[in-house]
């Protein structure tokens, strides 16, 4: 973790202003606004990209996905300016808890994976760059979302240590372990063999 410089009133209104920020559910919007019906409803009624793509709509999903991303990165660039990098990590750790649990639909929110990598991206674009190359390889490989997703996870507190961003190790470790929780289900049908391949309809 950086060193805490940041006045506690600063700090506060950043993680707020992450948390707000990190609970806008884009994939309900979006798809409510194509017509595409209510997300919850609609195969594992995740509010992610990965579900948005279930509905057969490529440009809701990218769009979704990139909303996602860019709301925890916003946070993190926002609250950097203002205030500092312990300030842009809290709000970094505030936006993904809005994400997880948005205040807007009750704190059922997502698994937090692209808002993970949109962190990780404006925190250090090294590092979110290489863990958005494992889930990409990841992804090539297995074509399951939710593999890709535990291994770029996993692995991110890595490429922090090896591109000298060790202040970011706590921080990614926290995140990680959300998502590793949040993934449970389907860590369990992982080991049963039937998660659904990237793009196929649950």
């Not at 009624?45 to 990965?50: D, E, L, P, R, Y």
């Not at 709000?91 to 929110?109: C, I, T, Y």
């Not at 979110?128 to 992804?139: I, K, S």
């Not at 470790?173 to 049963?192: C, D, G, M, Q, S």
Request: hydrophobic residues 55%.
């Amino acid at each position: 973790m950086p060193e805490i410089t940041t006045g506690a009133s600063a700090l506060i209104l950043t993680a707020i202003l992450g948390y707000l920020l990190g609970s806008i559910p884009f994939g309900v919007v979006i798809t409510r606004a194509m017509g595409l019906g209510d997300l919850r409803r609609i195969g594992s009624g995740n509010i992610g990209a990965t579900n948005v793509l279930r509905t057969g709509n490529r440009g809701a999903a990218l769009a979704t996905l990139l909303l996602d991303g860019g709301k925890g990165a916003a946070a993190v660039v926002i609250a950097r300016a203002v205030a500092g990098g312990d300030a842009a990590q809290l709000a970094g750790l505030a936006a993904f808890l809005g994400h997880l649990f948005p205040v807007w639909l009750g704190g059922k929110g997502g698994k937090g994976v692209a808002t993970f990598l949109g962190i990780l991206l404006a925190l250090s674009f090294p590092v979110g760059l290489a863990a958005c190359a494992t889930w990409a390889a990841a992804a090539l490989v297995t074509r399951i979302s939710s593999l890709s997703a535990l291994v770029s996870a996993a692995t991110a507190f890595l490429w922090a240590a090896l591109l000298g961003h060790g202040e970011m190790v706590i921080l990614i470790v926290l995140l990680a372990t959300f998502v590793f929780w949040r993934h449970l289900p389907n860590i369990e049908r992982l080991k049963a063999g039937t998660e659904p391949r990237i793009g196929a309809k649950k």
